[in-house]
């Protein structure tokens, strides 16, 4: 039976929060003041979670979603809230998640760009269909085209489901240089007896994984360019996946950097963040663990003649250097925050500054706690690299007690 019930708040997915025979409940697509008619598809003793089936009262903050695939396909969760509500409501999940021990006079406001066709990377699953994932399921939900891709991402989409058949793929992803305008197709599916030749006229280099991976033509990488910075890009290497929101988040990075510093980048990736600033270095360490990421790291500094870096393939957790020659280091590590190893280093050396740039709230709050014992925070800057979803990326600085 479908119950009445009123939003009274969102939870940090952008869920809207009611209660219900004295319990919490999670509603997907609910927004603030809104009254509905619910569905309860999970109980447990502390919490339901329900789909909205009426609304009742409808919010001025809510628009109709441009893509016809929202709600179905799991990539976006909050493309019904009007897009400078977006940002408020990231403004105010970071105050909540980090407010307990952050002054809210040290957070600044967010920083963002086009909250459309804004992703270089896509990856389509398929099984029978081809598609995205619904939220939380292995179900592929088939889709004619992405509103977070660009237009010609989705025409090579478009080819590919018109003239492939599916039974021969598991996977398609597709990268692309923004400002560079190359394109990498990589296709993961059973041995084909057909030529991908219809796409060259749209894909740099295309490969093929039917157990080994084959270079069908082009060399395999493409390229992409940060301001004055050219990128190599690999397959699988990291990259982020918003172009201009790259530039903005490494312009503010940047920003916190003075003249002719030292600087220690931990988990580097392939240098991107410190190649793109290097010209206000003095001297720029990067670390990683993949050994294929610094080998890109390595030919990034050479492409962009680099005289004052140095990249290294190691384990952070095993990082031993003494860092009394760094003015500066730079932390962006993955989901899982630092680690421990890395925490300790920087509380026991006592580095002048810290720039965390976290892609992690709750990471990023237990970092911080602990990190709070030799540092305090200058401030707390969020950046939208990721529109229409509920994710935040941030950029915290820490100053030396």
């Avoid at 030799?374 to 941030?394: A, G």
């Amino acid at each position: 039976m479908d119950e009445k019930i009123k939003i009274y708040a969102l939870d940090s997915k952008g869920r809207g929060i009611a209660r219900l025979k004295g319990k919490v409940i999670f509603v997907k697509h609910a927004l603030i003041d809104e009254i509905v008619q619910v569905h309860v598809i999970k109980e447990k003793s502390k919490y339901m979670i329900g789909t909205v089936t009426t609304y009742l009262e409808t919010s001025e903050k809510r628009v109709i979603p441009v893509c016809p695939f929202f709600g179905i396909c799991g990539g976006c969760d909050i493309m019904h809230i009007a897009y400078m509500e977006q940002l408020k409501f990231k403004e105010e999940k970071v105050k909540n998640a980090l407010g307990t021990f952050v002054d809210e006079s040290l957070m600044q406001n967010i920083v963002y760009g086009n909250p459309l066709y804004y992703r270089n990377k896509v990856t389509f699953k398929v099984d029978q269909k081809l598609g995205f994932y619904e939220k939380e399921s292995h179900k592929v939900v088939s889709i004619a085209s992405c509103f977070l891709i660009s237009k010609k991402m989705n025409l090579l989409l478009k080819k590919i489901q018109e003239h492939i058949p599916l039974s021969f793929l598991e996977e398609v992803m597709i990268r692309e240089g923004k400002y560079t305008k190359e394109t990498l197709l990589y296709i993961k599916g059973k041995k084909m007896d057909f030529s991908l030749s219809f796409l060259k006229e749209d894909v740099t280099t295309c490969l093929f994984d039917d157990g080994q991976l084959h270079i069908l033509w082009g060399d395999g990488f493409i390229h992409e360019k940060l301001e004055k910075y050219t990128y190599k890009i690999s397959p699988f290497s990291f990259f982020q996946v918003n172009t201009d929101g790259a530039i903005l988040l490494y312009n503010l990075v940047k920003s916190f950097i003075e003249e002719k510093e030292n600087v220690l980048d931990l988990y580097c990736g392939t240098g991107s963040i410190g190649i793109f600033i290097s010209d206000k270095l003095k001297f720029l360490h990067g670390v990683e663990i993949s050994r294929s990421a610094i080998e890109d790291a390595i030919v990034n500094q050479k492409r962009n003649h680099l005289q004052n870096a140095q990249f290294s393939c190691l384990d952070t957790s095993l990082f031993e250097e003494k860092l009394d020659r760094f003015s500066t280091v730079i932390v962006d590590p993955p989901r899982s925050g630092l680690d421990k190893h890395t925490r300790d280093l920087l509380l026991k050396e006592k580095v002048p500054k810290i720039i965390y740039v976290s892609c992690d709230l709750m990471t990023l709050k237990r970092d911080l706690e602990i990190l709070l014992k030799q540092y305090k925070i200058k401030c707390i800057i969020p950046v939208d690299m990721f529109p229409n979803t509920y994710h935040v990326e941030c950029v915290c600085v820490l100053c030396l007690r």
